[in-house]
């Protein structure tokens, strides 16, 4: 646990932050820290939500809600940066399993630990991918057992199943025979495109989801329904904290498809 909040602490000081503020308002409830931390996640301060959230964890560290909240920011910020992101990701993970062993009744601690993994496996090479989208599947089907309309899990089981049928053939076949990923064989683009769409339907505004859902449509061979995805992706209000990437995302794949 102190090991875990030492590489959080030194992580968010890279990113030029004081915690000064926070001990500052130490006397401040987890409730109200997590309260705050929605507050700056709903503005796109992913940095300063996460200091919420992890002073609201010092306040309770078996608050399951502050630590999914948690591992949501870390894993955020490490999306677009490359010098920390594996050390983000592991933070995030961190966090998420954390948040799973206090809450494992929560939707969204699942859906947090199935999108920390994911996120982590996408920088490693095939061999890995298979060791680590077993419990990426497991996770997001958890979640959506527990939520069966949690949109981000969704959208993680739709990026499951993209990601695995973006291997190349014989990495897959590779994967399912010799790597013991006999899951890898349930991938298919029909139910990737289905849970990105519905993830998309229950939340509209989200970038996220039109992006990923228009990479899937291109990849299908969809070029018309990409199109209007990428679209759809750049006419929404940006919000998050990583929207103006996806945005810049959308442009450049849609100038690519024309």
């Keep these: 646990m102190k090991m875990r909040f030492a590489l959080v602490a030194t992580i968010v000081t890279s990113l030029s932050l004081t915690f000064a503020p926070l001990y500052a308002c130490a006397a401040q409830s987890a409730a109200e820290h997590i309260a705050l931390g929605d507050r700056d996640h ?3 301060k992913s940095v300063e939500a996460l200091r919420h959230y992890q002073a609201a964890i010092t306040a309770d560290a078996n608050n399951g809600e502050a630590l999914w909240r948690a591992s949501r920011e870390v894993v955020d910020l490490g999306e677009f940066d490359d010098a920390r992101r594996d050390s983000l990701y592991k933070v995030g993970e961190q966090f998420a399993r954390q948040a799973v062993a206090a809450s494992p009744n929560s939707a969204l601690a699942h859906f947090a ?26 996770e997001a089907l958890e979640s959506i057992r527990i939520d069966s309309i949690n949109p981000g899990a969704l959208h993680v089981m739709g990026m499951w199943h993209a990601n695995i049928m973006r291997l190349s053939g014989i990495s897959r076949f590779l994967a399912k025979n010799l790597l013991g990923g006999k899951t890898f064989g349930e ?66 794949e849609l100038a690519e498809i024309k």
């Design 42 to 44: 709903a503005a796109g």
């Design 113 to 138: 630990l199935a999108k920390a993994i994911g996120r982590h496996a996408l920088t490693l090479g095939t061999r890995d991918r298979v060791k680590f989208a077993g419990e990426v599947r497991q």
């Design 187 to 252: 991938a298919n683009w029909d139910d990737a495109a289905k849970s990105l769409e519905r993830a998309s339907a229950l939340e509209p505004d989200r970038i996220t989801h039109a992006l990923d859902l228009a990479g899937v449509y291109r990849d299908k061979g969809d070029k018309a329904k990409a199109r209007e995805q990428f679209q759809r992706a750049l006419g929404l209000k940006a919000v998050e904290y990583n929207d103006k990437s996806y945005q810049k995302q959308a442009e450049k």
